[in-house]
């Protein structure tokens, strides 16, 4: 097994995160470069998973403060502006966590997903075989019946008003974002909070991302994501990269076979003063 040093490491992802002072992204144009660049992106950073996020790369590798006047923040006006506009895929992925994807990418997520026919069919399927609540059957059909909607109509429409019913319809979407089923597009004037958040299902936001996905192979498809991944982090545990995609390792290991095989990256290393066993990216090594 290689031994090497871990600091060209971190000094690859100082650069890639854009962590530098004199690289700091300053326009929403920086931020969708930066997005298409690294390919997957956290809005804010995950706790326990490494991924570059929007918010260190505008305002430094800190935690994300409550003060809704830090400078920081001027990510959200960024996200919320570029909501239905087609620059980039967003929506809670990673860990369930607001993620942003580049485009180029997004079929490849989709390919892993159970949506693999129609959009009026595969959600039933799912719903019959118990992999679907009813509450994200509920909150499906009203957007696949009626269009685009704000977060205070979706709930009427798919009969989740009470209070008591709140969790299990933050739950739904969730659930249905992370299985690439809906996604926000916008965000309105609604509610008491005069902010609400407008969904509407990919295949109609996004009709060539399902498309595209068709001819897609699960293998190909999880090879892809991982060499994106590591070209964004340059190094990363196996057991960390199982934990960013939620993938098992018999699922994991043939992608990273063949990803070996291409040369696209080294396996079984170790790096000095670091437990486990990596994977890199030959020119870290």
């Excluded at 009969?159 to 309105?188: Q, W, Y």
Aim: with cysteine; glycine share 4%.
């Amino acid at each position: 097994m290689s031994i090497a040093s871990f600091e060209p490491v971190l000094e690859y992802r100082q650069k890639s995160f854009h962590l530098e002072a004199n690289a700091r992204l300053r326009t929403v144009e920086q931020a969708i470069d930066f997005v298409n660049a690294q390919g997957i992106v956290a809005f804010w950073p995950i706790k326990g998973i490494l991924l570059p996020s929007l918010w260190a790369a505008v305002a430094g590798d800190r935690p994300v403060p409550d003060e809704h006047d830090d400078p920081g923040h001027i990510t959200w006006g960024w996200k919320d502006s570029m909501l239905g506009k087609k620059q980039w895929y967003y929506a809670r992925i990673i860990h369930r966590r607001n993620t942003f994807v580049s485009l180029q990418h997004a079929p490849y997520f989709y390919a892993l997903t159970a949506n693999y026919g129609a959009p009026e069919e595969d959600y039933l399927d799912q719903y019959m075989q118990g992999q679907l609540t009813l509450e994200a059957k509920l909150v499906y059909e009203a957007l696949l019946k009626e269009g685009p909607l704000d977060t205070i109509s979706l709930r009427k429409a798919a009969h989740l008003t009470s209070n008591e019913s709140n969790t299990r319809f933050n739950r739904a979407l969730d659930d249905l974002m992370v299985d690439f089923k809906i996604l926000p597009v916008g965000v309105c004037d609604a509610g008491s909070w005069h902010y609400a958040y407008v969904h509407d299902i990919v295949p109609r936001h996004f009709p060539d991302i399902p498309e595209r996905a068709r001819f897609i192979q699960e293998h190909d498809a999880r090879a892809h994501l991982i060499e994106v991944y590591l070209r964004s982090v340059g190094a990363v545990r196996v057991k960390d990269l199982a934990r960013v995609f939620s993938w098992n390792p018999d699922q994991i290991t043939p992608a990273i076979k063949k990803l070996v095989e291409k040369s696209v990256l080294r396996d079984q290393i170790e790096f000095a003063n670091q437990a486990g066993e990596w994977i890199a990216l030959p020119g870290l090594i």
